[in-house]
């Protein structure tokens, strides 16, 4: 499955309960087409004590959205855009805003 996002990106949630919120992508999972978002999704588990994690209760903490539901922010229009990718003349290829053309991968 093709990834539009990628780890420390900015995106903008489409649908679902979040719908409005943006946040900063944490990890991308392509095998399943999900992505964790920075205060989005937020979830309760009940956690026993383990020898890690010494203290048990409730632990809040972020749940996936499905990578369908959220649109790469752009850094100048700050915007949720679609992008394209773009071959700059040393050969790399970027990722560019479709609506200002502005590239969205940093230098």
């Known amino acids: 499955m093709s990834v539009h ?4 990106d900015t995106v903008a949630v489409l649908a679902g309960k979040e719908r409005g919120k943006r946040g900063k992508v944490l990890r991308v ?8 978002v920075e205060h989005v999704n937020m979830i309760k588990r009940h956690q026993r004590p383990t020898q890690k994690l010494r203290q048990g209760g409730i632990i ?9 539901n959220v649109m790469v922010v752009c850094g100048k229009c700050d915007r949720p855009a679609r992008t394209a990718t773009q071959i700059l003349a040393d050969g790399r290829k970027v990722r560019v805003c479709k609506r200002c053309g502005e590239s969205i991968d940093k230098a």
């Open 29 to 36: 999972m392509p095998e399943t087409g999900r992505v964790l």
């Open 60 to 68: 809040e903490r972020e749940g996936f959205v499905h990578l369908s």
């Open 5 to 8: 996002v990628r780890r420390g």
